[in-house]
């Protein structure tokens, strides 16, 4: 039976948002994620008419219907390098998921899901800290609408120094009014460190390999966090008592390069920027060499509640700390 999911993406500014979301389709169809590949999920963006009414004949209308959807535009402003998301509105995606191979029978019997998924400007959700940054006040309230009514919310943010970051402040006040609502229908909550092959830059074509290792995004996951102080306020959303199941992963957007497996910021490019192949024009000049990484990850645990290697519960992460602390005492 078809089932809607509304997800918000949130997030401060430049936390990287819009690209997972422009990155989502190929991560899924290159199986760029840390699920079974015996999974064989589907995404496929539809309109927003079929999102409402998934009807055979709407289906059947939008078959050869070659007019270039927003989810289009956003991915070729993605190859072109990203454009920061305007504060005039939030904006709505529409996706259907499909599981067509080995899952749990609670997910494979379900299915497919419609997917909602809203992205829109860092600065309306988690403004910096103390900054005045003018906002209408109706796109506040719709996105306010929006996170209320979703069934999951993933927060994105940059893999920076978290002590340094300029928007803990206001990320917590908003952790704690998604605690305090009566009336949310939040049931999941993903937390994704977004730009995580940066991290990796340094060891060349070892750094897929690194990167593979769910091992390492737990370690880096517990490290990066010790410095967040909305951890505990997190908590107090986490089921039983707040009803939302919590998970941490990583992802990232620009990815590893095919068959170099290093990073994929070209070190010619003035910035940060993918490679690309010289004389090739649009996507086609990146997808040669763009493997997405993980960015599948908050939106499929989003939808389907699955855990994939690399998706941790807080359980995982203090396991991890118990274990370290250990270690510190025998060393
Ligand atoms: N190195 C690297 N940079 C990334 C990655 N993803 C995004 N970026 C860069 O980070 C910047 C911000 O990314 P966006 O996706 O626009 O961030 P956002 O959260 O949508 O930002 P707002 O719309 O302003 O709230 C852009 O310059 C991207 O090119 C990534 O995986 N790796
Ligand atoms: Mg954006």
């Known amino acids: 039976m078809t089932e809607r999911v509304a997800i918000c993406l949130v997030g401060p500014k430049k936390g990287g948002k819009t690209s997972l979301l422009a990155s989502l389709t190929d991560c899924v169809a290159q199986s760029a994620f840390g699920y079974s590949p015996r999974l064989r999920p589907t995404l496929q963006p539809i309109t927003q008419a079929e999102f409402r009414a998934e009807t055979v004949e709407s289906r059947k209308a939008d078959f050869l219907t070659i007019e270039q959807g927003d989810y289009e535009?956003?991915?070729?402003?993605?190859?072109?390098?990203?454009?920061?998301?305007?504060?005039?509105d939030t904006y709505e995606y529409y996706f259907r998921l499909s599981v067509n191979g080995e899952a749990p029978p609670a997910v494979v019997t379900?299915?497919?899901?419609l997917l909602e998924i809203v992205d829109s400007a860092g600065e309306i959700a988690v403004p910096p800290d103390?900054?005045?940054?003018?906002?209408l006040?109706?796109?506040?309230?719709?996105?306010?609408?929006?996170?209320?009514?979703s069934e999951a919310i993933v927060m994105v943010l940059p893999m920076v120094r978290l002590e340094d970051s300029a928007?803990?402040?206001t990320l917590a006040r908003l952790i704690d009014r998604l605690a305090l609502a009566q009336d949310r229908k939040l049931r999941r909550l993903v937390v994704v460190f977004s730009q995580y092959e940066r991290l990796f830059t340094r060891l060349g074509p070892s750094a897929f390999t690194y990167a593979c290792d769910p091992d390492v995004a737990l370690h880096v996951?517990?490290?990066?966090?010790?410095?967040?102080?909305?951890?505990?306020?997190?908590?107090?959303?986490?089921?039983?008592?707040?009803?939302?199941s919590v998970r941490f992963t990583v992802c990232s957007a620009y990815g590893f390069t095919k068959r170099f497996q290093n990073p994929n910021i070209d070190?010619?490019?003035?910035g940060e920027r993918r490679f690309r192949r010289a004389g090739l024009e649009g996507a086609r000049a990146y997808a040669e060499y763009w493997r997405p990484f993980l960015t599948a990850e908050p939106v499929l645990y989003a939808a389907l509640g699955l855990d994939s290697a690399f998706t941790f519960s807080y359980e995982q992460l203090d396991a991890l700390?118990?274990?370290?602390?250990?270690t510190s005492i025998l060393a």
């Not at 379900?110 to 899901?113: D, Q």
């Not at 070190?267 to 003035?270: D, G, N």
């Open 137 to 149: 006040n109706d796109v506040k309230a719709k996105l306010a609408g929006q996170m209320l009514m």
């Open 321 to 326: 700390a118990e274990e370290n602390a250990l």
């Open 221 to 244: 996951l517990r490290k990066t966090l010790r410095a967040a102080q909305w951890m505990d306020r997190l908590r107090a959303l986490e089921a039983p008592r707040g009803n939302v």
């Open 167 to 169: 928007w803990t402040g």
């Open 73 to 88: 535009r956003l991915k070729r402003d993605f190859a072109d390098g990203g454009v920061a998301t305007d504060t005039l």
């Open 130 to 135: 103390g900054a005045e940054v003018a906002i």
């Open 267 to 270: 070190p010619h490019q003035l």
């Open 110 to 113: 379900r299915g497919p899901w």
